[in-house]
Nanobody, 121 residues
């Protein structure tokens, strides 16, 4: 069993920044690829970014490239999503997910509770 807990969401004006954290716990959680997804009201949950356990590879959806950075602190077993130059269309509930499947970009079975990000124009 793996537990994921997000934090760091909030309210910010356009062009501002936020850093989300995803703390993972569980016996094998440190070996998982971890991803961030988001879901805006009335829309499907979409992939945002992923970080691989092996090699530290990163993957981003086109809409956040150059603005968001995913990173991992292995000592703390925590994955971060640094979000800069935020836009109103980034408003959503952001979820941490594991283990992300790098071969087919599919979501894993474990989800956090989500953290709300609201960007005002």
């Amino acid at each position: 069993q793996v537990q994921l807990e997000e934090s760091g969401g909030g309210f910010v004006q356009a062009a501002g920044s936020l850093r989300l954290s995803c703390a993972a716990s569980g016996r094998t959680s440190r070996f998982y690829n971890v991803a961030w997804f988001r879901q805006a009201p009335g829309k499907e949950r979409e992939f945002v970014a992923a970080f691989s356990w092996i090699g530290g590879r990163t993957l981003y959806v086109d809409s956040v490239k150059g603005r968001f950075t995913i990173s991992r602190d292995n000592a703390k077993n925590t994955v971060y999503l640094q979000m800069n130059s935020l836009k109103p269309e980034d408003t959503a509930v952001y979820y941490c997910n594991a283990p992300f499947n790098w071969d087919n970009n599919s979501r894993g079975e474990y989800w956090g509770q989500g953290t709300q990000v609201t960007v005002s124009s």
